[in-house]
């Protein structure tokens, strides 16, 4: 089955620089890749997703490129701010539907101000 | 509109003890998803429903773990009995239809003494 790998598991950055976060995937019929936020005490959000279709996706502050032939997409947070401290978790999925997804051990992020 | 709801957000039991825990989707949501979340990993897949067909229980321990959708709406997850690596969150998620984004409850902590 698919398995997903996320490096670092933790990162701290000054305020205002930027961050990566990045994911290896090993089933080439994923096609499917969203990222998750989660706050303390909270369930992961939705920040952003790419399909295979595509090599690279942005939202504002956020971007996530993805490397179909090396099996890897990452996460770029640009200018970052305090409460982009979160722990991240990036997710593979083989289903055409996205629907059952692997997700990764996650990354903790913080960011210093 | 009210996110997914889970209740108890907290759960203390001894070993061998039964709990449960529900869910309330989205309303709408006709796809419903129990994850358990072991301290700093990400999310792992024990059941996934659509309406009140559980389409996938592949990873769900059905010697100790039970779960039902009786009318595709709310769901309840039960151990029977609680064992000290049970301790984790157990989070839901709902989506609508076909489409990728899974939204996720805040989820319940459970603590096994």
């Known amino acids: 089955g698919e398995n997903v790998e996320q490096h670092p598991s933790t990162l701290s950055v000054q305020e205002g620089d930027s961050a990566v976060i990045k994911c290896t995937y090993s089933?080439?019929?994923?096609?499917?890749f969203p990222w998750y936020k989660q706050e303390l005490g909270k369930g992961p959000q939705l920040i952003i997703d790419?399909?295979?279709?595509?090599g690279e996706k942005k939202d504002q502050r956020i971007a996530v490129t993805l490397n179909k032939t090396a099996k890897h997409f990452s996460l770029h947070i640009t200018e970052t701010q305090p409460e982009d401290s979160a722990v991240y978790f990036c997710?593979?999925?083989?289903?055409?539907?996205?629907?059952?997804?692997?997700f990764g051990p996650g990354t903790r992020l913080s960011v210093l101000p | 509109e009210a996110g997914v709801v889970q209740s108890p957000r907290y759960k203390i039991i001894e070993k061998k003890q039964p709990v449960a825990f529900w869910c309330n989707p989205i309303?709408?949501?006709?796809?419903l998803y129990w994850y358990l979340q072991n301290l700093g990993q990400g999310p792992e897949l024990l059941i996934r429903?659509?309406?009140?067909?559980?389409?996938?229980d592949s990873q769900l321990p059905k010697d100790r773990f039970s779960a039902e959708r009786l009318k595709g709406v709310d769901s309840t997850l039960k151990i029977q009995p609680a064992e000290l690596g049970d301790s984790a969150v157990y989070l839901c998620?709902?989506?609508?239809?076909?489409?990728?984004?899974?939204?996720f409850g805040p989820g319940t902590r459970l603590t096994v003494l």
């Open positions: 790419i399909r295979s279709n595509v």
């Open positions: 429903y659509e309406n009140e067909e559980a389409v996938d």
């Open positions: 998620a709902s989506s609508f239809g076909t489409s990728n984004e899974q939204f």
């Open positions: 089933d080439s019929a994923s096609n499917y």
């Open positions: 309303s709408g949501h006709n796809t």
């Open positions: 997710a593979a999925s083989p289903d055409n539907y996205g629907q059952n997804f692997v």
